[in-house]
Structures are given as C-alpha cells and as structure tokens.
C-alpha cells in the first residue's frame, strides 16, 4: 500500500517536473525566437528616417528632436562603448534586444491572463512578426523601448489587479514615469491604468497616493537631462531648453501643436477610412484580425474589468493618433503610435485563439506566427541596408573645402549628421538645415562649428536668413543646395542661379559663377539594383537623386556631341528609375545621333507608350523608323 502511494507521489512529482520544464523551455522560446530573427534582419549601420539624428545624439549625448526621448538616448549612449560592429550597429543591436524583452515580457503577461502557454507563445510572436513592429526592432528609435513599458505596465497592473500587493502598485507608478520619460504617447495608456487601479481597489490610491507620486515623478525626473545637457552646449541641442518655457514647449513638443491638433472632423474620418483600417490590416492581415472577435466575447463574458480596460486604452490611443495624423499623415513612422492599440488587439487576438481552440489541437496557433513570419521577412530584412549611409558620403565627399551646404529635410540631414559628428567625416562641411533657419540659437550652434561662415543674424522667415548667409560669404567659399525631386523645391532664395554637380546643387554666384565643365562622381549605392534588399519608402526617394544625376551628365554629354558618354550615363539613369519618359525620350535622341536607329525606335516606343501626349517623343519616333526603312 505505501509503494503504491509513494510511486503515484513519484510520478505526480515527475508530472509537474514535465510542466515546469515545458514551461521554461516555452519562456525561452520567446525570448530566442524573436531575437534571432531581429539580429539576422539587423540594418548593419544607420537608417533613414530619424536613425540618424538619435544614433549622432547618443553618441554625442546630445539633444535629440522633441521631446527629446532622454531615457532611449541615455541607454543608447552606453551601449554604443561595447567594441562590437560600428556605433549604429551598436545601438541596433540594443534597440532588438528590448524589442525581444517587449516580446517576451507579451508572453508572460498572455500567460497570467489565459494560463495557457502555447496560446501565449502564438500571441506574443504574432506581434514579434506583425508588420511594423518587426520593422521597428532593429531601427534605432525609441518605439522598441515605448513598446516594452506598454507591456510591463499592462503586466504589472494585471498581476496587481490578482495578487494586491502594494509593491507591485508602487513598481507601475516608477515604470510609468519611466515610460513618460522614453515617450509622451504614453499618457495614451495612462487613463486605462488608472480605471484598472481604481475600480480593483480605489483605496489603494488614497493610501499610497504620496508614495505613487513621488515613485512616477523619480521615473519622470530624467527628463531633467534637457535642461543639464543643453548647459554643455551640445554640438546637436534641438530647441535649447535652457528655461522653464522653453523646457515645457520642448517636453511638450509644442513647435508641432499648430499642425498636429488642426485636423477638421472630416480630415480625421478621411483619414480613419482611408489610412488607419489599411494600416491594421497590414500589420496583422485579416485573417489573423478576424480572431480578435471572439477574443473582444470572452473578454466581455468572462475578464469584463480587462475588456473595459483594453478598450479604453485602444480608444484613447486610436483617437489621439487618428486625429494627429489626419493633419500631419506625410510622417512615415506614423503606424508606430498606434502599439498600444496594436498590443491591445494581439491581446484580444491571442484571447480568440483561445476560445476558438479549445477542442483543437493547440499547435495550431502557431500557424498565424508561420503565415506571418513569411509574409513580413522581406520587407523587414535590413540587413544589407546600406542607402542611408552611402547616400551621406555621397552627398559630401566630392564637395570643395569648406562649402556651405543648405539642407532640405530629415533626408538629407541625419545622415550628414551621422557622418560629421560619429564618423568625422568632412566636418569642413557647414550644414544649414533650411528648416532650422528660423531659430538664431540654431544658426548661431553652426557659426559656432564653423567661424570661418559670417554672416549677421536676421531674425526672419528662412529664405532671408539664406540670403544673409549668401551675401556675407558667396565671395569666399562656395555654397551648395541639396533638393531630391524638382516639384519638392520649396521657396528659396536664388533656385534659377542653381546648376546640378554630382547629387547637389552648386549656387552660381560669387565664386561659384565661373561655368565649370560637368565632372562623373563615383558614388556607392550598395543594393539598389539586389532585388532580394528590402527598399523601404526612404530609400526609393533617393533613387530619384541618383537618377537625375545620371540623366543631367548623359544630357551634357549629349549636347557636348559624346555619344557614347552620353548613351552609357542615359542607360545609368534608367536603371534607377525604369519607367521615366523624359529619360527614355533623351536616350532615343542620342541613339538616334549615334545610327543605332533600332535601339532609338525601342526605347521611344516605351516613351509614347508612358506619355501618349507627348508630340516631342511621337516626332523623335517617327524620324528614328524613317531610318530603318
């Protein structure tokens, strides 16, 4: 009788030595997973978009766009010492190694609400997989980092609202500071925290409330590095905070308030419709989107408290974000504001799964993970993604000694950035970003680089501040402007006086006015013709620039009566851009001058056949078939 009692007892022990063991082997899997997929599609230096501005401020602890994201700089500051890669590829690294922490702490708190690990595992990698996230994990931003604290405070609070232990309740006011501190977007889930709070245990507030404020306001307290760094006068110091005005208006990001909150009712409807519901699609499909029906039920029927909870957060994160975006929606990274709102759906997916499987073998949700990851892994593989660094150097390296080089947008002016104060590369460069302009501190941080630059101040809009920079130095040293497409020239001063030299603009006045012969550049542009290399919207803008380079030198050539030059830069150009009538009509005319009169009637084909309207390429077509016959 007692062996038979101390085997049962042996094989319950060896039962729960199973669990706990598939357990842990579980908690790893999600953590490995998503980290050795974002290491393998890890960019191998900087990004476009705003990489470029948060790895040269880290590096240089300087002051990043509003506002500011002090924490993410603070701990990508640090990371860039280890001696692994290059300094971007530094910060990358770290940005997906949060981004698996964010997956990973997604997996416990799935876990805590439905006790059920494989359902878990599939909900957590199918935001690790979902469109934007995974883009995000190897950018170096701080959507990665706002990311993990959306998922440890909705972790906390759960094991709060169960456990009512007041160390947990004191551990979310810190982390939430914290989460303030890395991004404003946080105070999107801030009122859902305090339902959950409130209607578990409202006199847990009124007992601790001194502690819960003092806790958030040490987590807050980071953001006084602003007004700290700025009094070392940082080469890069957005907006000076160096007063209390400044500050609040710099926290706040209150330069932007004019457009972000002018959207009208129907310019935010417009928008829902056209924009937000594609944006949820992609990130999830709607296959894997339907699931979250059933989730939103059994949340209702069974978790009414985290129902309430889940859609007060995606509510409030949803509106803020739909009515910002409605005015400002050219923003690229705009989806990235929606993660609370997207870790809320994976929430309500992962509880459809649930439901849904119960009588079904359970592996079976991970078939959405499969489908994702194979539907997203080419268009969140960076890790061949060397645009935004090549373009950089090929801006400056071929430009005269201390040129004066103004800026167009983020485009162009992070990667400089990068280049000059992480790489120190040509820091002969004065870089006038036009947008800057208007903010003297700003002009005056350049003239503080370069001295050699006079100039007076004019406090005005940017075209005068252009001119004044113009007039005081256009005899001395030459000055050049960067512009990507014609029809994006905005209003400056002197755009008929510009000739194209390389990727730039040389400014022809002062020295600059004596008439130069064209020059060929040798750029890098590593990937642009790999199909395999992901070409995200940034990297398809600069095409353009590559493409007009070529295009301008084969016309010169063309004009200067080089057939041969001219043929072989026109071919360059369309193989940036293959389906530019304009260059295919300029190619047909060198074909043309050059007798070989079949590769003219080809190339003009497809030039009518773009621009039928066109009686310029119709004419050069009929005169090269003419010669045929």
Request: aromatic content about 16%.
């Amino acid at each position: 009788m007692k062996m038979g009692v101390r085997c049962q007892v042996s094989g319950v022990r060896r039962e729960g030595k199973k669990k706990e063991s598939a357990s842990a082997v579980l908690c790893i899997l999600a953590l490995f997973i998503p980290c050795v997929v974002y290491l393998l599609t890890l960019p191998p230096t900087l990004t476009f978009g705003d990489s470029g501005d948060h790895i040269t401020c880290s590096w240089i602890l300087g002051l990043a766009h509003p506002s500011g994201y002090c924490l993410y700089t603070l701990l990508t500051h640090l990371i860039a010492y280890i001696p692994i890669a290059n300094i971007g590829m530094r910060m990358s690294f770290l940005t997906a190694a949060i981004a698996s922490c964010c997956i990973f702490f997604l997996y416990l708190l799935l876990y805590q609400i439905f006790k059920d690990k494989i359902i878990s595992l599939s909900g957590a990698l199918i935001f690790a997989f979902s469109s934007t996230f995974w883009n995000i994990s190897g950018y170096v931003k701080m959507y990665s980092l706002l990311s993990l604290f959306v998922v440890l405070c909705f972790f906390i609070v759960t094991a709060w609202e169960k456990k009512h232990d007041t160390r947990l309740l004191l551990l979310l006011a810190f982390i939430y500071g914290l989460a303030v501190s890395n991004h404003m977007l946080s105070a999107t889930f801030g009122p859902s925290l305090l339902y959950l709070v409130f209607v578990t245990d409202k006199r847990a507030i009124r007992k601790h409330i001194t502690s819960l404020i003092l806790l958030f306001l040490l987590g807050l307290s980071v953001y006084l590095y602003l007004p700290i760094r700025t009094t070392g006068n940082p080469v890069i110091d957005w907006g000076k905070p160096d007063t209390i005005s400044k500050f609040l208006d710099y926290a706040f990001i209150g330069m932007a308030h004019e457009k972000m909150f002018k959207a009208s009712i129907f310019q935010t409807l417009g928008f829902f419709k056209e924009h937000l519901v594609t944006v949820v699609f992609r990130q999830f499909t709607p296959f894997i989107l339907i699931l979250a029906l059933p989730g939103w039920v059994l949340f209702f029927t069974r978790y009414r408290r985290l129902f309430y909870f889940l859609l007060i957060t995606l509510l409030i994160n949803t509106i803020l974000g739909v009515t910002v975006y409605a005015k400002i929606s050219e923003l690229v990274d705009m989806e990235a504001y929606h993660f609370p709102s997207f870790i809320c759906l994976v929430i309500s997916i992962s509880g459809g799964i649930f439901y849904l499987l119960k009588r079904l073998p359970k592996p079976l949700a991970l078939v959405p993970v499969l489908a994702l990851l194979l539907l997203n892994w080419k268009a969140s593989d960076y890790n061949r993604y060397y645009f935004a660094y090549d373009f950089g150097r090929d801006l400056m390296k071929d430009l005269p000694e201390k040129t004066i080089l103004f800026n167009r947008i983020d485009l162009d002016v992070f990667p400089l950035w990068y280049h000059q104060n992480v790489e120190n590369m040509r820091e002969d460069v004065a870089c006038f970003p036009i947008h800057f302009l208007r903010r003297p501190w700003f002009v005056q941080k350049i003239l503080d680089l370069h001295p050699w630059v006079k100039t007076t101040l004019v406090d005005g809009m940017y075209e005068d501040v252009m001119k004044a920079i113009i007039s005081s130095n256009k005899e001395k040293f030459p000055i050049y402007y960067t512009f990507f497409r014609p029809d994006e020239r905005i209003d400056v001063p002197y755009l008929d006086r510009l000739s194209k030299d390389g990727l730039v603009y040389r400014l022809g006045m002062g020295i600059g006015v004596e008439d130069k012969p064209k020059q060929e550049h040798w750029f890098g542009y590593r990937g642009v013709f790999d199909e395999s290399i992901n070409k995200d919207v940034w990297a398809k803008e600069i095409l353009y620039s590559y493409s007009y380079y070529h295009a301008d030198l084969g016309q010169y050539w063309l004009n200067q009566g080089k057939m041969d030059r001219a043929i072989a830069q026109l071919e360059r150009s369309l193989d940036f851009d293959p389906r530019n009538a304009s260059y295919m009509g300029a190619l047909g005319a060198a074909y043309g001058v050059a007798g070989r009169f079949r590769d003219a009637v080809r190339i003009l084909e497809r030039a009518v056949e773009l621009e039928p309207n066109d009686p310029t390429f119709a004419e050069y077509l009929t005169m090269a078939k003419a010669q045929i016959r």
